[in-house]
């Protein structure tokens, strides 16, 4: 790697990587919001069957983009976590690599067990 590879990769830890965290978490914010408004008109309003399933369709499709966000962010967390530090070092680095190479397992393995309806387990993908 030249000398401005290197200086492009620092960027895009030190600069990009903080920008794209704000913006996640503001994506989030608002799909938490439509969620919730989703939420209510479930509880609170009135709808018929076709109705009801674009309503689960729209929480469904909502809640899959939550999760793509809280994936993203929870894969800038170790960059966070390196900025942290004044001079991160040979260790830090190698840390940082470390939780990000489990994030990425836990990621790939990821499942769902049920708390209280265990009667619905056999509805989610396996």
Do not use: C, W
């Amino acid at each position: 790697m030249d000398v401005e590879q290197s200086l492009l990769a620092v960027r895009e830890v030190y600069v990009n990587a903080p920008r794209r965290v704000q913006h996640i978490e503001e994506s989030l914010r608002s799909v938490e919001e439509e969620i919730q408004d989703i939420l209510h008109v479930i509880e609170l309003g009135r709808f018929n069957a076709s109705d009801g399933y674009k309503l689960a369709k729209e929480l469904q499709n909502a809640r899959i983009e939550r999760r793509k966000l809280k994936d993203a962010l929870e894969l800038l967390k170790p960059i966070k976590d390196l900025m942290t530090f004044t001079k991160p070092t040979e260790s830090n680095i190698g840390k940082v690599l470390g939780d990000l190479r489990n994030i990425k397992k836990r990621h790939q393995n990821r499942g769902y067990r049920m708390r209280k309806r265990s009667d619905l387990e056999q509805m989610i993908k396996k």
